[in-house]
DNA sequence: TATTGTTATACTCTATAACTATA
DNA sequence: TATAGTTATAGAGTATAACAATA
């Protein structure tokens, strides 16, 4: 395989592919950042709570919005309401969430976490925190707080579908 | 719909949920930022070139990275050589990609862009710059260029898979 | 034996449409 | 009529395993 000795300027993380227009597309940029996060996850969360990514934010979204419905879940993580009921069955069978009813209005329900949801939650976020501290040590505590900041405000004035 | 009128600081940007641990989480924040950037991605270059954001960013670098092998391209993308497979399949099908056989190495493939290829990534890519920067208008010009070299300095050191 | 790339196949995840029960 | 949530179903995308060809 023919392979450049000297690692040029702009490269992949673990490709080492030239990405010179590419590197100014944020999404392109999201992306490969999301890699090395995803990695993270999966091993301090993923596998040993056999949680997927999505589940384990619709647990700290429904932990921290207590009595919050399915329908600012699902606009929240912009996935469809057919998703969010699977998931809620799939962590209401394990004994993560509780849905009761609405007495207001019958239709919609509140979403609340179990003690045993809430612990879950916790102790996932606390690994999470450490493990991405630990993996992107090489950011300072200000560069790793500027990049929150950043993101949280490109995701704040989110556009419409369309 | 139980509604708070005041949003609170901390908030999804379209679900109004409050997010105070995991605001800290990167992985979430990378997520919700993608959202965002999903929506423009669509709009200027997925569905006017029917390009899957997976099929854009194989050729892009097989733009930028000419005669580059399939296996480069799983490493840098985190997929499967399958997948690889698949897409360049679909993609050559659209005449946008040729492969052509290493003679050095008769196991091995170069990846190389047709022209029509070229044009269409050159094509994508200005469009989906126009449109983020348009998206991110509230951010400015030195706050995303921090942004994208915060995102490359993260990938950068992507951990490996275990 | 190891590696590049492919085929075959099953599984996960997501989206659309149609339904219910309330409003 | 419109909305919250669900069910049913099909499709997109992904991964694993087994294979062929070459090193």
Redesign the interface.
Known sequence: ??QKKTTPPDA??????????????????????????????M?EVGEPFELR?VEY?IL??IN??P???S???A????VTAPNITMWIDKLEGRGLVQRTRNET?KR?QHLRLTPKGTALVVQA?EK??VG?RE??S??SDG??T???E?????????????
Chains 1, 2 share one sequence.
């Open positions: 395989m023919p992949t993380p673990a490709g080492r592919l030239v990405e010179a227009r590419l590197h100014h597309v944020l999404g392109y940029q999201l992306a490969q950042a999301t890699i090395a996060t995803t990695v993270v996850y091993n990514p934010t700290s979204l921290e919005n009595d919050g419905s329908a600012q879940l606009q929240a993580l912009a209005d919609a976020t999470l925190l991405e993996a992107l090489h950011l560069e790793r500027i990049l929150i950043l993101l949280h405000k490109v995701a704040r004035n989110r556009p419409g579908k369309k």
